[in-house]
């Protein structure tokens, strides 16, 4: 939805300020405001307007001193507005206004109360609270200057010159200068013994769907990413079946190296299927190796699979923002949540799997959510993700994990998943679709795309840059010439060694070949889910 930026303390120049917020310009290119406070701090919001596109401008202020600014999306702000700021007078229809209410209303302690994705700030005097959503859907920094001065930013590209330190703000949490951070976001599934629900196959069905239909909420063009995968397929069946009801056609999006790569030839036959307004985008790998450097720039990362993701989704986004689509819906999480990444197969015992699936999803901050998030705000695009409703979390974590390991259906992973939206009476996808094995983003758009890409880099790196890179990135250091290539771009944006420990890299378990690619296991393309999905039940 937007970028913000908030300086607490006195003695910054707001026009720095100013400057540093255009640095995110692309995450809201419809408007941008500053506020100064009377004892100095500073706000800033850069602008992508979803609901109330009139009067919803930010930072916005509160009944009286308080003032806010908001990134995301606030799925329950008319309930709030309608029972527990019923008394509050609204100065727009803007879902963000809730939030700086809920703090006039409840002091520190509401973020469980929104149900939503969210990033914000609140300065209300020498008081304030930063806060960021459950999960990490939306990206917060947070860093200290040379003068004590605080900052939070939507982006490390803000702050990183500013700040002596900085870190990602953890998601689940809120800060404030009394308490420092605090936990709000505590789901009973974090207690790893509790995955103890049996399967309702039915409530995994309408869980999602609800998930769903909240995030049609918007008075913008909403698309749908369509991979042709499960995951993207799935969201695209719900989706497009909710807007039929209202007589509206869903824009769908699929990107591969022609029309012959396994994502586009899957994602072709799921739109045929659901009769979405299909567009398919073909790129070639010297097209994806032009934009290698804009996209590490904009996604913050040196993570390998997250920047061979990165590239097509890059590419893919400024294609759905020039059709004139501002919101996209996509499939991030469910692989974590129900253990689909093919190395999940491998694991040791029933307990690994489930501490794993909550390890990944406590971890997509660091990897899918930022990829997912910065790719398509960087052309003032956002992407909203189903999979990780709270609600659907509690849901689908939380089944036994026996129910969810693919030893128990054959190898067929995410079988509940696949099993649930198998309903005769109500078809939700083609059965070639509904049972494709797990091909991740950046295999699925054309096997030659990484393949080439590791070609290219070998040719950017030299041997003797190779066996220096342990003492020239001594944090995290690169042990294959893609790695340091990705490397060395990054650090010459982000050259602090601040920026450098933000990053996570992504590693699958329990298989020889540590390289992230779903080709690396094994397993790839060895399942045939067709012909075993019919003999498996539950």
């Known amino acids: 939805m937007s970028g913000l930026l908030a300086v607490i303390g006195k003695g910054k120049d707001p026009q720095l300020v100013k400057e540093l917020s255009t640095r995110m310009s692309h995450r809201g290119p419809d408007e941008s405001d500053l506020h100064i406070m009377e004892n100095g701090s500073i706000i800033c919001h850069e602008s992508l307007s979803i609901i109330d596109l009139k009067s919803g401008k930010q930072p916005i202020q509160g009944t009286n001193k308080a003032w806010m600014v908001h990134d995301g999306e606030i799925y329950n702000y008319q309930e709030l507005k309608d029972t527990v700021l019923k008394n509050h007078t609204f100065r727009t229809k803007s879902d ?30 020498d008081n304030y609270i930063a806060a960021r959503d459950a999960v990490g859907v939306k990206p917060l920094y947070y860093g200290l200057d040379e003068r004590g001065r605080i900052y939070f930013s939507s982006e490390m590209k803000s702050i990183a010159d500013q700040c002596k330190s900085f870190s990602t703000f953890p998601p689940g949490h809120y800060y404030t200068g009394k308490t420092g951070f605090v936990k709000y976001y505590n789901p009973e599934y974090e207690d790893h013994s509790n995955a103890n629900k049996a399967l309702d196959f039915a409530l995994v069905r309408e869980s999602l769907i609800e998930a769903t239909r909240k995030r049609l909420l918007s008075e ?26 209202s007589g509206k056609k869903l824009p769908s999006f699929s990107i591969g190296l022609d ?25 070639t790998v010297e097209e994806g190796v032009a934009v290698l450097e804009k996209v590490i720039y904009h996604i913050e990362t040196y993570d390998i699979i997250s920047v061979r993701s990165s590239v097509p989704m890059y590419l ?92 128990t259906y054959d190898g067929v992973e995410k079988y509940i998943l696949r099993k649930a939206f198998d309903t005769p009476e109500h078809p939700y996808l083609p059965a070639e679709v509904l049972w494709r094995q797990k091909e991740q983003f950046s295999d699925g758009v054309g096997y030659s795309w990484i393949d080439e890409l590791i070609e290219y880099c070998a040719t950017q790196v030299s041997d003797e840059q190779l066996a220096g890179a342990s003492a020239e990135f001594p944090y995290n250091s690169p042990t294959t010439k893609e790695a340091y290539l990705y490397r060395s771009i990054f650090h010459k944006f982000y050259p602090q060694v601040s920026a450098a420990q933000t990053v996570r890299k992504w590693i ?16 790839h ?7 075993v999905k019919s003999g498996v039940e539950v």
């Not at 974590?336 to 197969?345: D, K």
């Not at 901050?365 to 960087?378: E, I």
């Not at 393309?525 to 012909?531: A, H, P, R, V």
């Open 220 to 245: 913008v063009p909403v698309g749908v990413i369509l991979s042709g995968g499960l995951d993207t397929s799935l969201i695209s069946s719900i989706a497009s079946g909710l807007l039929k009801d």
């Open 525 to 531: 393309l060895k399942g045939n889910f067709e012909s």
């Open 316 to 407: 893919l986004s400024k294609a759905i923002a020039d059709q004139g689509v501002k919101v996209i819906l996509s499939g991030e999480g469910a692989d974590e949540i129900f253990g689909g990444h093919l190395y999940f197969r491998n694991a040791p015992s029933a307990e690994e799997f489930q501490d794993e699936t909550i390890e990944r999803v406590q971890k997509l901050f660091t990897a899918d959510l930022l990829r997912a998030d910065k790719t398509t705000m960087a052309h003032g695009l956002e992407a909203r993700i189903p999979f990780l409703d709270k609600d659907f979390l509690d849901v689908a974590i939380r089944v036994k994990t026996e129910e969810k390991q693919p030893k």
């Open 508 to 523: 699958p378990k329990w298989q020889e070949n540590q390289d992230p690619s779903g080709r690396a296991n094994a397993a």
């Open 96 to 125: 963000s206004e809730v939030i700086v209410h809920l703090y006039e209303e409840f002091g520190y302690k509401f973020c469980n109360m929104l149900d939503g994705d969210f990033a914000f700030v609140i300065i209300d005097g």
């Open 259 to 283: 029309a012959d790569s396994p994502d586009n030839i899957m994602a072709r036959k799921a739109a045929e299927f659901l009769g979405t307004d299909h567009h398919e985008i073909h790129f």
